[in-house]
Structures are given as C-alpha cells and as structure tokens.
C-alpha cells in the first residue's frame, strides 16, 4: 500500500500563496477603505493609515515576497527557500491579516498587535534574503544589494508605523519611506535587472544609474515628509529627466514586443511620466493654492508598481506552472485594464483639486481596482492552487 501523503500543490511553490493572500487583501482592503471613506461605517483606525498600511504591507508586500522567494536564489546563485520557512511566513501573513481586519472593526489594540504580527513575519522575510545575499556564489550581487537595502528598508518603515500609532508625528516619515524607498524602489530595482534582459537589451550597463536614483528617492522622501515643495519639484524632474533618457537608451523596442514584455515596457514608461506629472501636480498646487489630492502617489503607485507586478505576476505564475510565459488574449486586456484605473484615479485627483463636485469618480476609481484584481485572480486562481493550464 502506498502511504505516501500526495503534495499540496498550492504551498509547492512559494510565489503561489504569497500571490493568492495578496489577491484577496488587494480586493478586501480596497473594499473595505472605500466603503469607510464613504461613511458607510467607521473603523477604529485612521482610515488613511488603514488605507495605506493595507496596500503596502498586507498587498504589495506579499506580492514582493511571492516574486523574490521564487527568484532571489537565482539571482544570488544560493539555495532555493525551504518549503516549512515560507509557509510558516504565509501563514503568519494570514494571520496578520486577518486580525489586521478583525482589529479595524473592533479593536485599535488589535491593530497594533496585527501590525506587530506583520512586522515579525516581514523580519524573518528580509532575514532570509539577507542570508541568500550572503551565501550565494553569484559573481556580481549588485542588484541584490539595491533590493535588500529597499527590503530593510521597508521593515524600518513598518516600525515607525507601529511607532505612529502612538506618536502621530512618526506616520508621515513611515509613509514616505515605505512609498519611495520600499515599494518604489525595490520595484524599480528588479525592473531595471529584469527588464532590459527579458528585452535583450544590449546597451551597456549603467553602474551609476541606481545609485543616482537611490539618492534621489532619498531626497525624495525628505522633501515630501518635510514639505518642502520646491524641493520636491526639482527631484522629480531631476527623475523623469534622468529615468526617461536611461529608459531610452536600453532600445526596447515596445511596439515590436509580445504583450508579457511592453506591459513591463509600459511600467517602466510610468516612472518618468509620474515624476514629470507630480512635478506639473505640485507647481499647480503652488500656483493655484490647491490640491491634487495624492495625485503623485497614485501615478507611482498603479501606473508602475501594480502595471510591473501584475506583469512580472503573470509571467511568474505561467512560467512556474510549466506554461509558456505569454499574454493571451485576456491577459492583454488585463494589461490595458490596468491603465484605465490609472486614468480613473487621475481624474478624481484633478476633480477634487478644481472642485468639479464630481465625487462618483471615487466610485468609479475604486471598481475599477476591484475588477482589475478580481478578474485577474479570477483568471490565474486555478493555476496558483492547483496548477491547472489557462
């Protein structure tokens, strides 16, 4: 008789749960924030902190740690992740997760313990990258470096939330570092490795270029934590400047890519044309003695961080399911899809900062996000649980 206990393909890999769990909080959260934003019902925490700390650390974080679990060890020539250290991570994400939620309806208390939950899981995350960095036999780690620097950054981010939540004035610094220093930056640091190589770019390699823009992002995140606008005007265009003729340089070709390769073209696409637009957004703000409402954050935000993850999402998820890493016919409309949300945020942005009174776009906005998320769960689902063709 054959004992032998038949594999559970969902944990077999460990980008597979960390992708789901990140799925389903990109829905439940957003839902949740828009309804809160809308007074259907009040939590006990700051809706922005909810709104901000969900996406970042209960969304794109769990993305992050799906995508580098599965790809750090190559990167760095080390071993693969054992499977008992990653799921013991997913399940503490879950967890946090779901006290997380459990806390915003009843208990602020609950919050900090969910939050301290998250930071725990996201310690022995960046701990394990940290030993792959170390150990791998790779010849060049360059890149490796700018990533963990972003991933350590993130968990000092996610302390000064937990801190933030007894001293207010700590919730801007934690944001802005989280923003630009974590998500941004580690995104744009596995772009700028990946990409030029799944394009078979052959420019040479700029060695300076992260450098530069670590450096920025830095003074980036000073400047907007301090509010110092006329700083931060000239950061962004200093980065849109600097990104869109590096971005050039690499000969990318998107018009002659299938859609797997100019979604991550179009992400990329975004970095300069967001640090452009939020330069325009702050001048106007200045000039017009109003706002854009975080007009800046969410060109960053959806046009580049959910275009490039949904995009090296998809290829990841195909690849590792012994599939051929194309985009298909719905998953080029995904791809698109993407970039209405973009356009449907920009607009409420533009709608609060001129007083159109139009307030349905916030609406419209956050359905958008939803669908998005849910049919791109919807297609894939099968594939990351049980590892069924699409």
Do not use: C
């Amino acid at each position: 008789m054959n004992t032998q206990k038949k594999e559970n393909y969902f944990l077999s890999q460990p980008h597979q749960p960390f992708f789901v769990l990140g799925i389903i909080n990109a829905v439940l959260m957003m839902l949740i924030f828009a309804l809160s934003y809308k007074g259907v019902f009040s939590l006990h925490i700051d809706t922005t902190t909810f709104h901000v700390y969900s996406l970042i650390y209960l969304v794109f974080t769990n993305v992050f740690t799906g995508f580098l679990f599965t790809t750090f060890p190559r990167f760095n020539q080390a071993q693969v992740i054992q499977k008992s250290y990653y799921t013991n991570l997913f399940y503490a994400n879950t967890l946090g997760s779901i006290l997380f939620l459990v806390g915003a309806f009843t208990s602020h208390i609950l919050v900090v313990g969910a939050m301290t939950l998250i930071l725990i899981g996201e310690f022995f995350i960046v701990k394990k990258l940290h030993q792959l960095y170390k150990e791998g036999m790779a010849p060049d780690k360059t890149d490796s470096f700018w990533i963990l620097s972003a991933s350590y950054f993130g968990l000092g981010a996610n302390l000064l939330f937990i801190l933030s939540e007894f001293t207010p004035v700590l919730q801007v610094v934690a944001i802005n570092i989280a923003f630009y220093l974590y998500l941004i930056f580690l995104a744009f640091s596995v772009g700028q490795r990946m990409i030029p190589f799944f394009s078979h770019s052959f420019a040479q390699k700029n060695e300076n270029f992260v450098k530069i823009i670590f450096t920025l992002f830095i003074f980036k995140s000073i400047f907007s934590a301090s509010g110092i606008t006329i700083g931060e005007i000239i950061i962004d265009l200093l980065l849109a400047a600097y990104m869109a003729k590096e971005f050039l340089r690499w000969e990318l070709h998107p018009f002659n890519s299938p859609a797997i390769l100019w979604v991550l073209h179009l992400a990329l696409a975004w970095l300069p044309m967001a640090f452009l637009l939020s330069a325009l957004s702050l001048i106007a703000e200045l000039a017009l003695g109003t706002s854009f409402y975080f007009l800046n954050i969410h060109l960053l935000a959806i046009g580049f961080l959910t275009t490039v993850l949904v995009g090296f999402g998809t290829r990841v998820t195909l690849g590792h399911s012994g599939q051929p890493p194309h985009g298909d016919a719905l998953a080029t409309k995904i791809f698109i899809f993407i970039q209405f949300v973009v356009l449907a945020r920009m607009l409420f942005s533009i709608n609060v900062a001129f007083g159109w009174g139009l307030d349905f776009l916030f609406d419209i906005s956050f359905s958008l996000w939803l669908v998005l998320f849910l049919v791109w769960g919807g297609r894939y689902f099968k594939t990351l649980v049980f590892g069924t063709k699409v």
